[in-house]
């Protein structure tokens, strides 16, 4: 069975700190590798997505995220964060042309303080 | 207006109750889902269906069942609900077409869209 772990479940930053989310998964083959955010009160949304080619990925607010394979893992990075990033922040994987089944972390829940 | 639409928004109901949440979505997408998201758990799979005759179990279908009355609509059901059902579930649909493109942002991609939840609350 497919597994995605999220190790940090909550996480506190001042603003123009630095954030990394871990993200690790367990299935060995081709996947397509996802980060989702939850803003408070809304559904989620997608921030970015990795399928092949560079494995630095950007995504939007200035988040990105690094596929490193040899480690099974999707780190979710932004240099510094804002007030408004202030959310819950899902990692997603799905093997590859696998009838986009996705298999979610639990999540992890990030506080900026202004 | 939002392209899934969840109704109702928030709901409480006692235990023993019948509830069905409704999902519709105007995305076009062939593949619909269910998911519950629980604090720490992440979203995990209730039912999901490729098409408007297809459907199947996902992660935790136990108590749930499912309609797909038209390719746009897909509802939830609980039969007999229970405190442990207390919950907020989502909606979202994917696109299962091969696009002719170069790249994978077309096509079965995996991306999920999701609809602005049901909040559940089972006395």
């Known amino acids: 069975a497919q597994s995605v772990s999220q190790h940090n479940h909550h996480v506190i930053l001042s603003e123009a700190a630095s954030l990394e989310l871990g993200c690790n998964y367990s299935?060995?083959?081709?996947?397509?590798l996802f980060w989702y955010v939850q803003y408070p009160g809304q559904h989620l949304q997608l921030l970015l997505k990795?399928?092949?080619?560079?494995?630095l990925v950007k995504g939007i607010k200035g988040f990105e995220a690094e596929f490193i394979k040899s480690k099974f893992s999707f780190n979710l990075r932004k240099p510094s964060v804002q007030w408004s990033d202030t959310a819950e922040y899902f990692c997603?994987?799905?093997?590859?042309?696998?009838?986009?089944?996705?298999?979610f972390g639990g999540g992890t829940r990030l506080m900026v303080k202004p | 207006d939002a392209d899934v639409t969840q109704t109702p928004r928030n709901r409480i109901t006692k235990t023993g109750k019948r509830i069905m949440l409704e999902c519709s979505q105007t995305?076009?997408?062939?593949?619909m889902y269910w998911y519950r998201q629980d604090p720490g758990l992440g979203l995990r799979l209730i039912y999901y269906?490729?098409?408007?005759?297809?459907?199947n179990k996902g992660e935790i279908s136990d108590g749930y069942s499912v309609s797909r009355q038209a390719q746009a609509k897909f509802s939830l059901s609980l039969e007999s609900a229970i405190p442990n059902q207390t919950a907020l579930y989502f909606c979202?649909?994917?696109?299962?077409?091969?696009?002719?493109?170069?790249?994978?942002?077309?096509?079965?991609?995996?991306?999920?869209?999701f609809g602005e939840g049901s909040r559940l609350t089972v006395l």
């Open positions: 979202a649909t994917s696109d299962s077409s091969v696009g002719t493109g170069v790249t994978q942002t077309r096509g079965n991609t995996g991306e999920l869209f």
């Open positions: 990795y399928f092949s080619g560079d494995p």
């Open positions: 995305k076009g997408h062939d593949r």
């Open positions: 997603a994987v799905t093997r590859r042309n696998a009838g986009n089944m996705l298999t």
């Open positions: 299935y060995g083959g081709t996947v397509n």
């Open positions: 269906s490729f098409d408007v005759k297809d459907i």
